[in-house]
Each structure stands twice: as C-alpha cells, then as structure tokens.
C-alpha cells in the first residue's frame, strides 16, 4: 500500500520556471490537499480539492494551480517560480465521508528557488 | 484563521510530563494532532471530536474543551523518541479543510 506518493523529493529551479509537482494516492480518498511548510509557519494550506472536478484555495493560493482530473492525483504547478516559493511542499489525503478520518502526508518535496 | 498553539517549545529530561496547547477563536468540528520529526513527514497521533471527548494513545493523550474551544494534547512519562514538533490541526464548523498551527517543538533529553 503506496500511500500518498509526492514527485520529485528535491528540486532546484531559477526564477521564472515553471513546474508541477505531483501528488498521487491509491486509498480512493476524497479529500486532498496541498501544503507549504516554512520555518517557524507551521503547515500552510495552498489548496485542497474535495473530489475530481472540484478544488478551492486555501490560506496561500497566489502562484499556485491545481486541478483534479481524477480521484487519484492532485498536481500542484507554480506558473513562474519566486525566491519566496522556495519552501517545503506536502501533499495530503484524507476519506471524507466521517468527520473521524486522519489525513495522510506524502513525504515531501523540497524546493529551491534561485 | 491558524489555531494558536503553546508553548513554542519545551525542553524536558525523559520521564517527565508536558503539555501543549491549541486554542481557536472559531466554533471546532473537530481537532487533529501529529508529530513531525525533522526530514520527515507529520504523523497522525489522534483526533479529537466536538463533545469534549478525551482519548489517549499509550502514553499520549488529549482533551476537547468545546466551551472554550481548546484541546490539550499531554506526553505522560516522556521517551526520548517523542522528541520532535507537535502540531495541532483544526477544522472550523462546516469547513472541509484542515488548519494547522505554528507548532510546539519538543525536545526529550536523556
């Protein structure tokens, strides 16, 4: 059982890039979502998706798209890559039909932007 | 808007207690705990229900106070494996999505 599964681990853009980031989960769940995580900041939400079709902005959205073809993935893509979006990038799932569910992490993708 | 969790940090010597807490300003649905060790990703510890429930998970516990719309999570007897960051997360009334807070930094030592 994969769990959810974040592509790349690491990544080194310039300026100006742009890039997806890919998130997979193979549980049928639902809900997921998408994370920055900067020092001191805690886990800041981008975006989440609560099923194919259909997505929202979280508390940070601005230089990030997401879309939701299918029940299983959930790319995050920066359009053109700021120093300020270097962060470390979690990706989450969550079954979302009890309110008693966890939500599981992806291991992360850590990003750098020169 | 985040939960406010506190302290910040906590330094203690294996075998003894802490604990941390998580406050919103909002009406909770219901309150996530998981434990981050550095590199890796957050881990779920447990969820905590509207109703003022409380539940424990070997040496690790929590409470819901619905009145004040706070929950505590306590390390009883503390290993030095529960070294690492605590973060509580929230859902806000009908809100689907999870709201973290800043964290609590644990440090165990021997």
């Known amino acids: 059982n994969a769990g959810v599964t974040q592509t790349p681990k690491f990544q080194v853009l310039k300026t100006g890039q742009s890039m997806t980031l890919q998130c997979a989960q193979d549980?049928?769940?639902?809900?997921m979502s998408w994370y920055r995580q900067d020092p001191g900041m805690g886990l800041r939400l981008i975006h989440y998706?609560?099923?194919?079709?259909?997505?929202d902005q979280g508390e940070v959205p601005n230089g990030y798209n997401v879309s939701r073809s299918t029940t299983e993935d959930f790319p995050l893509r920066l359009l053109s890559a700021a120093p300020s979006q270097t962060s470390v990038y979690f990706c989450?799932?969550?079954?979302?039909?009890?309110?008693?569910?966890?939500?599981?992490f992806g291991d992360g993708t850590r990003l750098s932007i020169l | 808007q985040q939960p406010v969790q506190s302290p910040q940090a906590v330094i203690l010597r294996e075998g003894e207690d802490a604990v941390i807490n998580c406050s919103s300003s909002?009406?909770?649905?219901?309150v996530h705990w998981y434990r981050q060790k550095h590199g890796e990703a957050p881990v779920f510890l447990m969820i905590l229900l509207k109703g003022g429930e409380q539940k424990g998970h070997d040496k690790i516990s929590a409470s819901f106070n619905e009145k004040k719309q706070q929950s505590s999570l306590y390390l009883t007897a503390s290993q030095l494996s529960y070294s690492g960051t605590y973060f509580c997360g929230t859902r806000a009334g009908s809100a689907r999505q999870l709201t973290f807070g800043s964290g609590t930094q644990l440090t165990v030592l021997p």
């Open positions: 989450a799932s969550r079954l979302d039909r009890a309110r008693n569910q966890p939500q599981h």
């Open positions: 909002k009406a909770l649905y219901s």
């Open positions: 549980m049928n769940h639902e809900y």
């Open positions: 998706s609560v099923g194919a079709g259909i997505t």
